[in-house]
């Protein structure tokens, strides 16, 4: 039997005789030996074969171990993920890493010229007494818009005397834009919920819902760099997703029928049903997408979220596989949460139904500051995912901050002013040429309000028809004509924008005027109505005058 037969453990013995000692007698008969005189065939046979262990004289053994450090420190910088180099004092390149060799020319250029600095920034003739030179770090951006740190430090000879730098170079181009986006997403979150009361005051509420939609649109864009888009509200009585908001989508998909369910209602409504994101990398291999947009590829659909419910969903659709990464998820749903805000500020505060004891001033920052709160809760999640990357880590603390102020600002707002409180007023007692002969509906689940604007407007010539709820207004729009069509938003059987498309679908000239009382509205009527050529909104209570205003101007513009 031979003896690379008879033992287990394969060994380098380094220096031992053939005559041996005791030891290598013993290895030969419990290993696998190969015997060498030197380092250099010691090295050479760790190159190709691999040893359980290593057996060498004493005087053998450290010169062993630093040559064998020596030969394998170039195949660890092999390995790191970042480029490093060595560069002479005039500035040439003596050694590269294959991560370095693979980065543009420019960056190694970069690289030489940042280490010729540093070298000859330092001093000619070292003093006795001086510490070791520091090393210097850096940041560039190349001609491609990719950024780079770069770490170098000085390295000395045998004297003393430093000819020689190492540079550590790696790309930060994806951090960079991450921490961009970061920034971005603060600023558009900002300006979505930010709210001037000088500013505002002078808005009707179309202007201001015109405001929130094109905030809205060129977040989207410039944030989130996404081109088609839909915003749908979930109404909780249905459990229906009706369309707020869209960019790019196909007109059959805005008419879909969607509902908050896992099955039947696409990738929307499992959202809406689960409160989950959903990345769809592939839309053709998934069974729950519905169209969207024109070739579409992949698809991304967040929840928005109002005090841990979803109050509507997001859809985000690309023609490009795979256009989503986790980093767009995170940051959708953090801008999600800022527009779920916006909406629900907003619908708050148009009513400006201001009252002296600041309810509605306590109200509203009741409403925000759960959502606020969360906002602050997934930025501290993202903090804690970041760990390491203080530049980033700062960049989310300030957007903590800036939340806290968002908070200050709607406080601000909702105390600077007193709001409009009406007061009903006398019938006219003379009739009105341009209201004299007209159809009117009127449709409001509260009686006195009813009772009230059919004996203004009959006092002014009107022909008025009453209905006391929805489905009733409905049903009479599609039975009869009328020249005016005055609802409620909120009331039973039917809400005021089912009315008021009744209303547009038996006849698209017909003018339509919503009523609203304090509160949201949950079934954004205002919003789509307003979109699809609403005449004016009236918040409770209101003056005589002002629903004679808004009569006029709907009528005359049907005139002209």
Known sequence: ????????????????????????????????????????????????????????VPELLLPLREAYVQEQAPAVFDAVNQGVCVVGKSG?????????????????????????ETLHALPQEPHPDSTPARGRRSSFTTTGNEYYEISVTPVSDHHDQITQAVAVVWNTTDLRRLQDKIDAIDRAGRALVSLDAEHLSRLNIQQRLELLERRILESVHDLLNFDNFAIMVLDKRSNKLEMLLSWGMLPEAQQTELFASPEGSGISGYVAARGRSYICPDVTRDPRYLSGIQGARSSLTIPLRLH???????????????????????????????????LHILELLISERYTATGQVGSNVMAEITAPLNDILSEVERLTEDYIGHDDLRHRLRVVSENAVKVRDSIKNVITAKSGLVGARQGTPAQADALLSGKHVLV?????????????????????????????????????????????????PGRNGYEVFAAAKQANAATPVILMTGFGYDPNHSIVRARREGLAAVLFKPFKVDQLLHEIRTALKAVAT
């Not at 037969?5 to 290598?24: C, M, N, P, Q, Y």
């Not at 294959?98 to 250029?109: I, Y």
């Not at 859809?315 to 256009?323: D, G, H, L, V």
């Open 443 to 491: 449709a409001d689940d509260e009686e006195v309000i009813r009772e009230t604007i059919r004996d203004v407007l009959e006092g002014l010539g009107c022909q008025v028809v009453c209905a006391a709820e929805g489905a009733a207004a409905v049903a009479l729009l599609g039975t009869d004509t009328f020249d005016l069509v005055i609802s409620d938003i909120k009331m």
């Open 92 to 116: 040439d390149l003596i050694w590269a890493n294959p991560k370095m060799a693979g980065f543009p020319a420019e960056v190694r250029q970069r690289a030489c010229q940042y280490c010729r």
């Open 1 to 56: 039997m031979s003896e690379a037969e008879t033992g287990t453990l394969s060994v380098l013995l380094l220096g031992e005789s053939e005559s041996g000692s005791a030891l290598s007698e013993w290895l030969r008969q419990h290993a696998r030996i190969q015997q060498v005189g030197g380092v250099d065939d010691a090295l050479a046979a760790l190159r190709s074969s691999a040893f359980d262990l290593v057996v060498s």
């Open 308 to 342: 841990d419910e979803v109050v509507a969903v997001a859809n985000f659709e690309s023609t490009r596989p795979a256009a989503f990464t986790e980093d767009d998820r995170q940051f959708a749903e953090i801008f999600g949460r800022y527009v779920a805000i916006a």
